[in-house]
C-alpha cells in the first residue's frame, strides 16, 4: 500500500490509503486507457435495470397464474410426491368402475415446530390405535423438516387430531385407490403400493405404458384421465367367483379356478382363482396359497390334454372318426404300465376313444403322428411357450427337455407337461372357432382385429369334428353333470393325479373341464380347476365329472343371459352324423 503525506492548512498531515499496489499514473503516463464516457455508462444502467424488470415480471407473472389457478389443478404446478399423482379408472366393459382413486388425509410431523415430544406421542396415542410410542417419539425428536407419523387416516381420525390443536402436526392430502367389487377381480386388477404405483396385475399394466414415468416424476395430471376399459364383465366375473367358493367348500378342496373366454375374439370376460385377497386391504395377497392359478401356476392338465391329441389325429390326415384301436390290453414301456381308469378292454374308434377317456386309444393316436409331429403340434397351439398378456403375473410351462416315446404317450393324455389353465383355455378355443388361435386379452378386442391376427392351426373340418365330440361327451360320457338345458355345450373332462413326495397319487387330484357353449357355433369357453378336492357325501370318489363339471353348469346356467346367450328348448339341431 502507498501512504502520502497531505499538508494541512494548520501544519499536520494525515495519512492517505490507494487500494494500488503502484503508484498512480498521470493520464500522460505510457498505457493509459482513457475513462469510460457517460453514455456507455448510462447504456449499462439500462440494460442492468432492463434485465431486473424482466426477470421480476415473470415472477409476478406466475404468481398471478397460480392465483387465478383452481385448487386441483393448481397441484401439477406444485413440487409434489408420486403419491399425489391421480391413475385412471378402471372400468369393465360396460363402464361399471372397477377400480377409481380417493382422497385421503395422512398425517405428518414437523419436530422442529414440536414443543414437547413426549406431550405430543402421548395426545395423539389418545385418539389414533395402535401408535408406537418409540418410534413416533424418535421421529418428534429428530429435528428433521418433515417425517410420516401414519398414512391414509379415517375423516373421523383426522378430526380428533384436529382438535388437539397440536403444533407441528398437520395433514396431507393423498390419492389411495378403491376398488368396490373388493376381492371380486382382485388377481386381474391387482395392486397398488403405499405411494399409489402399480406392483400387479392391470394396474402394473398401465404403469407400464407410461402412467408410472409421470408419477416417478412427480407429475401429475391436471385434468382426470381416461378411463381404461377391460374385456372384464364385473357382474359375470362375480358369478364366477362366488361359484368357485361355494364350490371350494362344498369339495374340501385346497384351491379352485374358473376362466370364461370369448373364442372368437379372445377376451377374458372373467377369470377368478381362490383363495384370492381384498386388494383394499392386501395383508395376505403374499401368501403362497393365494396365487392365481389360472395364469401364474402351472399344473399337469389331465385328461383335457386329450382333446389336443385327437385334434393333432384328425388335423393330420392320418386319422379320421370311423378310425379304431385296440384298447383291449395295457400299454408296457420301460418300467410303466399304461391303463384306462374304466376300460371297455375291447377295440374302440376315435369317438368312443374320447368320450371313454381312454389312455390306451390316446396314447396310440400320438404314436400314429409321432414324437417330433406330437410336440410341433402342442407347440402351435401355444402349450409349451410362456404366454404373454397384459398381466405381468405369468408362469412359464414345463416339458421334458428331451422328448422320447414315454414322454408322448403321458403327454398325449396330460401327464409330463405344465401349463397354465389359461393357456389350456386359449387353445381349446382354437379347437372349437374354426381352427384360430387368437392369444387372450384383458382389454376389448373386436372380431376383425381378432381376425387379423388369429392363426389357423388347425382346419375348419377338424374343429367341427371336435365341436361333435365335445358335444358327445357331454350327451354320453363323463361331461353329462355339466349339461344345461337350453345352451347346447359341449367339454372334456380332465382328473390329473397329482404328484406327492415323487410319486403319482390316487387319492389327491387336480381336476379340471373344459366346456364351449352353445356347441354348434361356440361363442365362450370355459373352464374350471379344482385343486384336491374330496368327495361329498353319498359318494366315494372325486373325479372331474363329479365336480369341475357341475361347476361349468352352474357358471353357465347363472351367466349365460348376461353374456347375450338365449337358451333355446328345441330339437332341430343334430349333431354330426359319425357311424362308428
Not at 240 to 246: F, P, Q, Y
Amino acid at each position: 500500500m502507498i501512504c502520502k503525506q497531505v499538508p494541512l492548512k494548520k501544519g499536520k498531515a494525515i495519512k492517505m490509503r490507494f487500494p494500488f499496489s503502484k503508484p498512480l499514473r498521470r493520464s500522460s503516463d505510457e498505457g493509459h486507457k482513457p475513462a469510460l464516457s457517460a453514455a456507455s455508462s448510462r447504456n449499462r444502467v439500462v440494460i442492468a435495470m432492463g434485465c431486473f424488470i424482466a426477470v421480476y415480471g415473470v415472477i409476478g407473472g406466475r404468481l398471478i397464474q397460480y392465483g387465478m389457478t383452481d385448487l386441483e389443478q393448481g397441484r401439477s404446478y406444485g413440487s409434489i410426491n408420486r403419491n399425489m399423482a391421480a391413475r385412471p379408472d378402471l372400468v369393465d366393459r360396460n363402464g361399471a368402475i372397477m377400480a377409481s382413486d380417493i382422497r385421503v388425509a395422512s398425517l405428518y410431523g414437523e419436530p422442529r415446530r414440536i414443543i414437547d415430544p413426549d406431550e405430543a406421542v402421548e395426545a395423539l396415542t389418545s385418539v389414533l390405535p395402535n401408535v408406537d410410542y418409540k418410534e413416533w417419539h424418535r421421529k418428534l425428536s429428530s429435528g428433521a423438516g418433515f417425517v410420516w407419523l401414519r398414512r391414509e387416516i379415517t375423516p373421523k381420525q383426522q378430526a380428533q387430531v384436529l382438535a388437539l390443536g397440536i403444533p407441528g402436526i398437520g395433514f396431507r392430502n393423498e390419492t389411495r385407490r378403491f376398488y368396490p367389487g373388493g376381492p371380486n377381480a382382485s388377481h386381474i386388477l391387482g395392486l397398488v403400493d403405499i405411494d399409489n404405483a402399480g406392483i400387479s396385475g392391470i394396474e402394473k399394466f398401465i404403469d407400464n405404458q407410461g402412467i408410472g414415468a409421470l408419477q416417478a416424476l412427480g407429475l401429475d395430471a391436471s385434468e382426470e384421465l381416461a378411463p381404461v376399459r377391460l374385456s372384464i364383465d364385473a357382474g359375470v366375473q362375480h358369478i364366477l367367483r362366488d361359484e368357485l367358493m361355494t364350490a371350494m367348500d362344498k369339495y374340501q378342496a385346497i384351491a379352485a379356478g374358473a376362466i370364461i373366454l370369448n373364442a372368437k375374439t379372445g377376451e377374458v370376460v372373467a377369470m377368478a382363482s381362490v383363495p384370492d385377497y381384498d386388494p383394499n386391504n392386501p395383508f395376505n395377497a403374499n401368501d403362497k396359497d393365494r396365487l392365481n392359478r389360472m395364469a401364474a401356476g402351472t399344473y399337469e392338465m389331465g385328461s383335457t390334454f386329450k382333446a389336443f391329441t385327437t385334434a393333432m389325429a384328425l388335423d393330420s390326415g392320418k386319422v379320421n372318426l370311423n378310425s379304431r384301436f385296440d384298447a383291449s390290453k395295457p400299454i408296457k414301456i420301460a418300467r410303466f404300465t399304461i391303463n384306462d381308469f374304466h376300460g371297455k378292454k375291447r377295440v374302440l374308434t376315435v369317438p368312443e376313444v374320447f368320450i371313454y377317456s381312454s389312455n390306451i386309444g390316446t396314447a396310440k393316436m400320438a404314436d400314429v403322428v409321432g414324437i417330433e409331429g406330437h410336440r410341433a403340434f402342442l407347440k402351435k397351439l401355444g402349450l409349451l411357450d410362456m404366454l404373454k398378456t397384459e398381466l405381468p403375473e405369468t408362469a412359464r410351462p414345463l416339458e421334458p427337455k428331451e422328448w422320447k416315446k414315454l414322454n408322448s404317450i403321458t403327454i398325449s393324455f396330460g401327464h409330463g407337461v405344465t401349463t397354465t389353465p389359461l393357456q389350456t383355455a386359449m387353445a381349446a378355443a382354437a379347437l372349437v372357432n374354426g381352427g384360430k388361435l387368437i392369444k387372450p386379452t384383458f382389454l376389448p378386442r373386436t372380431k376383425e382385429e381378432a381376425d387379423a391376427m388369429g392363426e389357423q392351426v388347425i382346419s375348419a373340418k377338424t374343429s367341427a369334428e371336435m365341436r361333435y365330440l365335445f358335444r358327445l361327451n357331454v350327451e354320453q360320457g363323463s361331461g353329462r353333470n355339466a349339461e344345461v338345458d337350453g345352451f347346447y355345450m359341449g367339454g372334456k373332462t380332465g382328473t390329473a393325479e397329482k404328484v406327492i413326495n415323487g410319486k403319482y397319487s390316487s387319492n389327491v387330484r387336480f381336476n379340471a373341464f373344459l366346456a364351449a357353449f352353445p356347441i354348434d357355433d361356440p361363442e365362450y369357453v370355459v373352464l374350471t380347476i379344482v385343486d384336491e378336492p374330496k368327495p361329498v357325501e353319498g359318494q366315494y370318489s372325486a373325479t372331474a365329472g363329479l365336480n369341475a363339471a357341475p361347476m361349468v353348469q352352474s357358471i353357465i346356467r347363472r351367466s349365460a343371459s348376461l353374456l347375450g346367450i338365449q337358451p333355446k328348448f328345441h330339437n332341430d339341431r343334430e349333431a354330426l352324423q359319425v357311424s362308428y
